[in-house]
């Protein structure tokens, strides 16, 4: 089956820095990656997903990148605030055309986010 | 558009009780997967429905059950609670339909086992 691969587990930045998650993934089947935002008590919230016909895709301050012959994808925030401070998860599915993986996400382990005012 | 919804959010049971997990999906979609959430494991797929039926199934064992009803609500159940089945289980909507990736999350309900 899948398997999702996260780094870092933590990271932590200076309010207005950069932060860059490296997910990386095993089924070459895998067509929809997804990200999502966590926050204490609450379940993950989709920030932003990428689908393998695309290799880029932007969000005002948010980005994810899909490099499919090297099997990886990556999330990107620019100009951080403090609000992004959470534990932010990648995903991999093989959507529609994976058949039976259809409907059924597997998540990296999570990486903490912390932004410093 | 109304989210996801869960009930209960909470709930403790005792070892060897059984306990059902209910999940309202967004209006409109037919798509409902089941997560179990622990800091050991992570995020882990349980099982999909999609117009009442099984699409499916992760690999959890046969204690962990669940159906989906007309419409499109779905519920959870684990019989014979183990101590490990301590977790946030959270359910997730989608169209389900060719080209409906996307799956939007409700606030999980927290099971404590004791």
């Known amino acids: 089956g899948e398997n999702v691969e996260q780094h870092p587990s933590t990271l932590s930045v200076q309010e207005g820095d950069s932060a860059v998650i490296k997910c990386t993934y095993s089924?070459?089947?895998?067509?929809?990656f997804p990200w999502y935002k966590q926050e204490l008590g609450k379940g993950p919230q989709l920030i932003i997903d990428?689908?393998?016909?695309?290799g880029e895709k932007k969000d005002q301050r948010i980005a994810v990148t899909l490099n499919k012959t090297a099997k990886h994808f990556s999330l990107h925030i620019t100009e951080t605030q403090p609000e992004d401070s959470a534990v932010y998860f990648c995903?991999?599915?093989?959507?529609?055309?994976?058949?039976?993986?259809?409907?059924?996400?597997?998540f990296g382990q999570g990486t903490i986010l912390t932004v410093h005012p | 558009k109304a989210g996801v919804t869960q009930t209960p959010r909470y709930l403790i049971k005792t070892r060897g009780q059984q306990v059902t997990l209910s999940c309202s999906p967004i209006s409109g979609h037919r798509s409902v997967s089941w997560y179990q959430q622990t800091p050991g494991q992570g995020l882990q797929f349980l099982f999909e429905?999609?117009?009442?039926?099984?699409?499916n199934k992760g690999n959890f064992p046969g204690r962990f059950s669940g159906r989906q009803f007309s419409n499109s609500r779905s519920e959870m159940n684990v019989s014979t609670l183990e101590l490990g089945d301590s977790a946030l289980y959270l359910c997730?909507?989608?169209?389900?339909?060719?080209?409906?990736?996307?799956?939007?999350f409700g606030p999980g309900t927290r099971l404590t086992v004791t």
């Open positions: 429905y999609f117009s009442e039926t099984q699409r």
């Open positions: 995903a991999a599915s093989g959507g529609w055309a994976g058949g039976t993986s259809y409907g059924k996400l597997t």
């Open positions: 997730a909507s989608s169209t389900g339909d060719r080209g409906g990736y996307e799956q939007y």
């Open positions: 089924d070459s089947a895998s067509n929809y």
């Open positions: 990428i689908r393998s016909n695309v």
